[in-house]
């Protein structure tokens, strides 16, 4: 998705998980990656944990999880 729709899923407040994200989504997913380019070609993440959007330029742990759908 863009940023935009993506941002559209985030919730003025947290869920019971503690996520700005409706309860019916997945707890394990608290950030999802967006279609949008931003600093050095790095994708823009929506992070349901913070409520929020950041550039994806940032270091992902070795025993992070991340997911990946192709769009066509």
């Not at 349901?48 to 997911?67: K, Q, T």
Request: aromatic share 12%.
């Amino acid at each position: 998705p863009t940023m935009e729709e993506a941002m559209s899923l985030v919730e003025p407040k947290k869920n019971r998980d503690m996520l700005y994200i409706e309860h019916v989504f997945d707890k394990k997913q608290e950030w999802i990656w967006t279609s949008d380019l931003g600093i050095a070609s790095s994708g823009w993440v929506v992070d349901f944990y913070v409520g929020g959007c950041i550039d994806g330029g940032f270091i992902i742990l070795s025993n992070a999880v991340v997911y990946l759908r192709a769009v066509r």
